[in-house]
């Protein structure tokens, strides 16, 4: 009998050292996924999409219209852009005076994290509500013991008890409006769709495509997450690209472009999709072919090309 209690309590602590542990590992990648997602800037276009000065001018004499838009289209012969707008023109920001990269907009501020959510922190977003999961989750079902003997008197009678009430169904709600968003999130990653892409799909210079940017889930979760998978459930930046540009399918070839650099063009199982010819981060144009990883070097050297962080210009990805 002195052994069983021994190994009874031996357990019980045991127990609670695991439970200790737990919570606090939730705690902190919690908190600091929260961090990086609200003190995280959105990126700004790098300067290539700026106009240049001659270019302003000659937007400002031209009338609106197609003269315009030749003047745009000139400015971005050379850009990786591939959507237009609903009437079929070059996406152009008023405000900026650039041409818009494909997939952003001017910020919305996100009431949830107090934040422009996009490109440069939607992993740390989208880990925010994992953790955040996680440890309500955790805290429900550490709990739950403590709420039945609450409704079956087996607790003191004490003002602690209805704390413990309190504590349950906080948990338990926070746990169901996470889930339902965090798999609401999970749906966006595997097609490779933004918010906004969901009720606007993005427009294509010969038709409006809703799966214009999906690559196939693998390459869709290693976009936002990245090559390396000890970085995955880490709140650092480890998604590829630089936020300007994206690798798509497109059953048509935009005639405005150039003829494809060699390796770009892919079969799916169905038919030929032929890439876009314009040219793609390196980092960017290994997502379209089938080899299984990515040099690191890519990676490294697109870090040189990522814009100066500014609340300007954001991937739609609000929630």
């Known amino acids: 009998f002195v052994w069983l209690s021994w190994g009874f309590f031996w357990l019980a602590g045991w127990l609670i050292v695991v439970c200790l542990v737990a919570y606090h590992i939730f705690f902190m990648l ?3 996924s929260y961090w990086k997602t609200i003190f995280t800037l959105p990126m700004n276009p790098s300067k290539e999409f700026h106009l240049s000065y001659s270019d302003k001018e000659s ?16 400015a971005a012969k050379d850009l990786p852009i591939y959507t237009r707008t609903m009437s079929g023109a070059i996406r152009y920001c008023d405000r900026c ?15 949830k994290v107090n934040n422009c959510v996009g490109f440069s922190n939607y992993k740390f977003f989208l880990l925010f509500l994992a953790y955040s999961l996680l440890y309500c989750l955790f805290i429900a079902a550490t709990d739950l013991q403590y709420f039945i003997k609450f409704w079956t ?11 413990i009430m309190f504590l349950f169904f906080a948990a338990a709600m926070f ?6 968003l965090f798999g609401y999130h999970c749906w966006l990653v595997s097609k490779n ?10 427009i294509f210079r010969h038709r409006t495509d809703k799966n214009g940017f999906s690559l196939g889930f693998s390459k869709n979760l290693r976009q936002v997450f990245g090559d390396e998978k000890k970085y995955w459930l880490l709140p650092v930046f480890s998604s590829l690209g630089d936020g300007c540009s994206f690798p798509t399918c497109l059953v048509n070839q935009d005639p405005e472009q150039a ?4 390796g770009l063009n892919a079969t ?11 040219p793609l981060r390196d980092s960017q144009s290994h997502l379209l072919t089938d080899a299984p990883s990515w040099p690191e070097t890519a990676a490294k050297a697109d870090k040189g090309k990522v814009g100066m962080s500014n609340p300007a210009l954001t991937m739609e990805n609000e929630t």
């Open 175 to 180: 746990s169901v409006s996470l889930s339902s």
């Open 193 to 202: 769709k933004s918010t906004l892409e969901v009720f606007r799909a993005p």
């Open 153 to 163: 008197n087996g607790l003191p009678d004490t003002q602690a008890k209805f704390h």
């Open 268 to 278: 799916s199982k169905s038919e030929n999709h032929l890439f876009p010819a314009k």
């Open 97 to 111: 005076h650039l041409v818009k990269p494909d997939r952003c907009h001017h910020c919305s501020v996100c009431d």
């Open 59 to 74: 937007l400002e004499r031209e009338p609106r219209g197609e003269s315009q838009q030749e003047v745009l289209r000139r």
């Open 30 to 32: 919690f908190v600091w």
């Open 259 to 262: 003829s494809t650099p060699g």
